[in-house]
C-alpha cells in the first residue's frame, strides 16, 4: 500500500458516529463529529508509518482519533473539548473576528499557522518551531514545514493571532498590598482571580481591580486571571513575590577573642549579618554602641548603611573602655526597613586571655595565626561546620607566629581553634579564592 493512499486513509478515512455543538470565542457555531477509536493495529500503522515519512519530530502523544488538527489549534489548545473540527470550521475562528490575520510572517508564540493543504498548528517555540495534530496520527513539535507533503508546507500559510489577549497589570514585588487587574477586559467580560503562595485576595475575587495581600510572609506565588467573554474563556498568569525586610536571622562577629561576644576593647573585628534571600536587600543599616565605629561608614560612624551582598560583612573597632551594650542590624530594601536584630556585646580587658591574630580574613591561599605574650600556642586546627577537621598543625617549634596552606579548603565559612593548654579560642574565618 502507497504511503500517501495509508495517510488518506488515516487523515480523512474515519467514520462520523455523532455531533455536538461548540462555539468561537465570539460565539458563532461550530459543529464537532467523532470517530471511532483507533484499532491498535492503526495506532502501529500510524506510528510506523510517521517514522518513515517524518522521523524527526517529538511525539507529544499517540495516535488518537478524538481530536485533529484544527481542533486542537483553535479550540483545545486553550483548553476547549477535544472533537473532530472539520473544515470550513476552522475558517470560522477568523471569519468572525476571535482570531486576527498578521500579515508580516513573524515568529510570535501562540500565533495560529494555517495550511493551504487543510491544516492548522500553534507556534510553540523558536525559529517557526510548531505543534500540531496529524489528523488521526499523534501530536507533534515540528519545524513549520517539517509535515507530511499533503499539508503543502512549502505553499503560502497564513498567520493568525488572538482578537483578545488578557494581559495582568500591576507591579511585583509586594510590599503589603498591591492592585492588580486585566487593563484591556472588554465590556460585558467577568474575571475571577486566584492565587498561590503566601498571598491573599483581599476582598472579593472577582473584582478588576483586585486587591492582593501579602500577609506579612516571604515567598512567590502565581496570580491568574480567568476570564470569562462571550462563548470564550480566557486565562492570564503573573509571577509575584513579597519582599518585605524581615529582621536578620543573625548577626555574628567573625573572629571574637574568648568567646563569641566577649571581646577586647579598642580592637578590629569581622562582623557578619545574614538572613533569608539577602540578595533581596539593598543594604544593612548598621547602629553599633557609643565608642565603636567601623572603616567601612567612613569616618568610623555610630550608625551607617552598606549595600550590596559582599558588604554585610563589615570590620568594626570596639571601643576603649570595657563595657556591655546593644548592636543593632537591620535590612532595608525598596520596601522599606524591616524590623531589628539586637545583640548584646561586651568588652573587657584581655589582659588574662591568649591575646591572638588571624589574618587575611577572608583568606585566599593561606591564614596566619599570631599570638602575643610570652605563652606560645600548642595546636591549631581548621574545622568545618560539621566538626570535621580540614588542617591541623603542631606547634611544637613554639612558634608566635605560623601560616596555614587554605588553597585545598572550599569557599566557605570555616572555625579556626587554637589551643593552650586546657583554653581553648575559637575563631570564625571565610574562605574565598
Same mark, same amino acid.
Given at each position: 500500500?502507497?504511503?500517501? &493512499? /495509508?495517510?488518506?486513509? %488515516?487523515?480523512?478515512?474515519?467514520?462520523?458516529?455523532?455531533?455536538?455543538?461548540?462555539?468561537?470565542?465570539?460565539?458563532?457555531?461550530?459543529?464537532?463529529?467523532?470517530?471511532?477509536?483507533?484499532?491498535?493495529?492503526?495506532?502501529?500503522?500510524?506510528?510506523?508509518?510517521?517514522?518513515?515519512?517524518? #522521523?524527526?519530530?517529538?511525539?507529544?502523544?499517540?495516535?488518537?482519533?478524538?481530536?485533529?488538527?484544527?481542533?486542537?489549534?483553535?479550540?483545545?489548545? @486553550?483548553?476547549?473539548?477535544?472533537?473532530?473540527?472539520?473544515?470550513?470550521?476552522?475558517?470560522?475562528?477568523? @471569519? *468572525?473576528?476571535?482570531?486576527?490575520?498578521?500579515?508580516?510572517?513573524?515568529?510570535?508564540?501562540?500565533?495560529?499557522?494555517?495550511?493551504?493543504?487543510?491544516?492548522?498548528?500553534?507556534?510553540?517555540?523558536?525559529?517557526?518551531?510548531?505543534?500540531?495534530?496529524?489528523?488521526?496520527?499523534?501530536?507533534?513539535?515540528? *519545524?513549520?514545514?517539517?509535515?507530511?507533503?499533503?499539508?503543502? #508546507?512549502?505553499?503560502?500559510? /497564513?498567520?493568525?493571532?488572538?482578537?483578545?489577549?488578557?494581559?495582568?497589570?500591576?507591579?511585583?514585588?509586594?510590599?503589603?498590598?498591591?492592585?492588580?487587574?486585566?487593563?484591556?477586559?472588554?465590556?460585558?467580560?467577568?474575571?475571577?482571580?486566584?492565587?498561590?503562595?503566601?498571598?491573599?485576595?483581599?476582598?472579593?475575587?472577582?473584582?478588576? #481591580?483586585? @486587591?492582593?495581600?501579602?500577609?506579612?510572609?516571604?515567598?512567590?506565588?502565581?496570580?491568574?486571571?480567568?476570564?470569562?467573554?462571550?462563548?470564550?474563556?480566557?486565562?492570564?498568569?503573573?509571577?509575584?513575590?513579597?519582599? %518585605?525586610?524581615?529582621?536578620?536571622?543573625?548577626?555574628?562577629?567573625? *573572629?571574637?577573642?574568648?568567646?563569641?561576644?566577649?571581646?577586647?576593647?579598642?580592637?578590629?573585628?569581622?562582623?557578619?549579618?545574614?538572613?533569608?534571600?539577602?540578595?533581596?536587600?539593598?543594604?544593612?543599616?548598621?547602629?553599633?554602641?557609643?565608642?565603636?565605629?567601623?572603616?567601612?561608614?567612613?569616618?568610623?560612624?555610630?550608625?551607617?548603611?552598606?549595600?550590596?551582598?559582599?558588604?554585610?560583612?563589615?570590620?568594626?573597632?570596639?571601643?576603649?573602655?570595657?563595657?556591655?551594650?546593644?548592636?543593632?542590624?537591620?535590612?532595608?530594601?525598596?520596601?522599606?526597613?524591616?524590623?531589628?536584630?539586637?545583640?548584646?556585646?561586651?568588652?573587657?580587658?584581655?589582659?588574662?586571655?591568649?591575646?591572638?591574630?588571624?589574618? #587575611?580574613?577572608?583568606?585566599?591561599?593561606?591564614?596566619? $595565626?599570631?599570638?602575643?605574650?610570652?605563652?606560645?600556642? @600548642?595546636?591549631? /586546627?581548621?574545622?568545618?561546620?560539621?566538626?570535621?577537621?580540614?588542617?591541623?598543625?603542631?606547634? /611544637?617549634?613554639?612558634?608566635?607566629?605560623?601560616?596555614? *596552606?587554605?588553597?585545598?579548603?572550599?569557599?566557605?565559612? &570555616?572555625?579556626?581553634? $587554637?589551643?593552650?593548654?586546657?583554653?581553648?579560642?575559637?575563631?570564625?574565618? $571565610?574562605?574565598?579564592?
Amino acid at each position: 500500500m502507497k504511503l500517501k &493512499y /495509508k495517510l488518506t486513509l %488515516l487523515l480523512i478515512g474515519l467514520f462520523l458516529t455523532g455531533f455536538s455543538q461548540y462555539y468561537t470565542p465570539n460565539c458563532t457555531p461550530i459543529y464537532s463529529t467523532y470517530q471511532p477509536p483507533l484499532t491498535q493495529w492503526q495506532i502501529d500503522d500510524a506510528n510506523y508509518t510517521q517514522q518513515m515519512i517524518r #522521523p524527526n519530530v517529538v511525539k507529544l502523544e499517540e495516535p488518537t482519533s478524538s481530536y485533529n488538527c484544527h481542533n486542537y489549534a483553535w479550540v483545545k489548545r @486553550d483548553g476547549g473539548a477535544p472533537f473532530w473540527l472539520t473544515t470550513p470550521g476552522d475558517d470560522t475562528f477568523w @471569519d *468572525d473576528g476571535s482570531y486576527t490575520e498578521v500579515t508580516t510572517n513573524t515568529n510570535e508564540l501562540e500565533l495560529r499557522v494555517s495550511y493551504t493543504g487543510d491544516h492548522s498548528a500553534v507556534i510553540t517555540g523558536s525559529s517557526y518551531e510548531c505543534t500540531s495534530k496529524w489528523g488521526a496520527w499523534g501530536l507533534y513539535i515540528h *519545524d513549520i514545514n517539517y509535515v507530511p507533503a499533503g499539508y503543502l #508546507p512549502g505553499s503560502t500559510k /497564513k498567520y493568525y493571532k488572538k482578537s483578545f489577549v488578557p494581559v495582568i497589570s500591576g507591579s511585583s514585588p509586594i510590599c503589603s498590598t498591591q492592585m492588580y487587574s486585566i487593563s484591556n477586559l472588554p465590556v460585558g467580560a467577568t474575571v475571577t482571580w486566584s492565587i498561590t503562595g503566601p498571598f491573599i485576595i483581599n476582598g472579593s475575587a472577582t473584582a478588576n #481591580p483586585v @486587591d492582593i495581600w501579602s500577609a506579612g510572609s516571604h515567598g512567590s506565588g502565581v496570580l491568574t486571571a480567568t476570564i470569562t467573554y462571550l462563548c470564550g474563556t480566557y486565562t492570564a498568569t503573573k509571577e509575584i513575590a513579597s519582599q %518585605l525586610p524581615p529582621k536578620p536571622d543573625y548577626v555574628e562577629i567573625m *573572629d571574637p577573642h574568648g568567646g563569641e561576644m566577649n571581646l577586647c576593647p579598642n580592637q578590629t573585628y569581622y562582623m557578619e549579618v545574614g538572613g533569608y534571600n539577602t540578595s533581596l536587600y539593598s543594604q544593612v543599616n548598621w547602629y553599633l554602641p557609643p565608642g565603636w565605629s567601623s572603616p567601612t561608614a567612613g569616618g568610623g560612624s555610630n550608625t551607617f548603611s552598606t549595600t550590596g551582598l559582599l558588604a554585610f560583612m563589615i570590620q568594626i573597632t570596639t571601643g576603649s573602655t570595657p563595657t556591655t551594650d546593644i548592636l543593632t542590624a537591620t535590612f532595608t530594601n525598596s520596601c522599606g526597613q524591616g524590623e531589628a536584630r539586637l545583640v548584646w556585646v561586651s568588652t573587657q580587658t584581655c589582659g588574662g586571655y591568649l591575646k591572638t591574630s588571624v589574618y #587575611p580574613n577572608p583568606a585566599n591561599s593561606e591564614i596566619s $595565626i599570631q599570638v602575643e605574650g610570652e605563652t606560645p600556642f @600548642d595546636v591549631v /586546627k581548621i574545622l568545618n561546620q560539621k566538626g570535621e577537621v580540614l588542617v591541623s598543625y603542631n606547634n /611544637k617549634q613554639k612558634l608566635s607566629k605560623v601560616s596555614l *596552606d587554605t588553597r585545598n579548603i572550599p569557599n566557605g565559612r &570555616y572555625f579556626v581553634h $587554637i589551643y593552650r593548654g586546657k583554653t581553648i579560642s575559637k575563631k570564625q574565618i $571565610i574562605v574565598s579564592h
